[in-house]
């Protein structure tokens, strides 16, 4: 027994020897592999800069429509959330994306660098869809979070605050809606129902006459407009383009503007409507009946 005895304590020694070498081997092997997945972030001289070109990529991308780029271009850990509650991870997003149809970046880009990380403050003017929902064109805010992999930023966040739009209805009797917004629009004024008014007209209205005189939105709810009677022409014509509705009419009515009486006889008109919040809304009105002098 006293043989065996080097024997079974040379054999150990071997398979400690054996063992630390091969733990050694995928320390080592662990080691170089995190050394190759990974490499320290470049210290950017103009953060801004690197963030403008990243959303231009971020939405180039989006306009192609390039799935394996936009997949390539997210971070494993990306999520986005929206002004209208709604938010996807990266698979969601992957199999829903936006469609752009055009873009243009505000004038301003704000970023900082923390490290491997990079804060981007922008804004965007846009065309395009979400979740099949058309978005109101205008110039509206995002913030978005990339993170350094390997050798390349990747989005890791993205905050939108466009608020989508409600599409507009796709009219059956464009002028029958038409001959309903020009008669609600009348009984308005003749009831001198100033909140249906400030429901009723659009952010941007503007109305001319065939005298010179013109107003906007809030100068046309301060004014002194008086209808004791009206009756419509026989003829109403519209026609729609998507969220935009244009009408042609014409009425005789008994008003007043400003204590001045306008003309008794039948005048044309020509309004334009936007579909907005949900509403047709008066965003533009030609009168082309004269005030009497």
Known sequence: MIRHRPTIALALLTFGALVFTG????????????????????????????GRELATEFLTILQQGDIPALGAFLDDSFQLQRADG?????????????????????????ATQQGGVLSVRWRLVVDGTINGTEVERGEAPRLSTFVWRGDRWRMSSHANFLLPTEAAPVLEDPSATGRELVTRFIE?????????????????????????SAANRDEYLNAEISISSFELGPNVTAAQSGGTLTVRWSIKLVETIEGQPTGTGVAPRLSTFIWADGAWKLLSHANFNRIEQ
């Open 23 to 50: 733990a050694c081997s995928a320390d080592g092997n662990d080691a170089e592999g995190a050394a190759s997945d990974t490499s320290a972030p470049p210290v950017l001289e103009d953060p801004s800069a690197t």
């Open 86 to 110: 709604s938010g996807q991870d990266k698979s969601a997003y992957l199999q829903e994306p936006a469609k752009i149809t055009s873009f243009e970046l505000g004038p301003d880009v704000v």
């Open 188 to 212: 308005i004024l003749k009831n001198k129902d100033r909140a249906a008014l400030e429901g009723f007209l659009a952010d941007a209205f503007q109305i001319q006459r065939a005298d010179g």
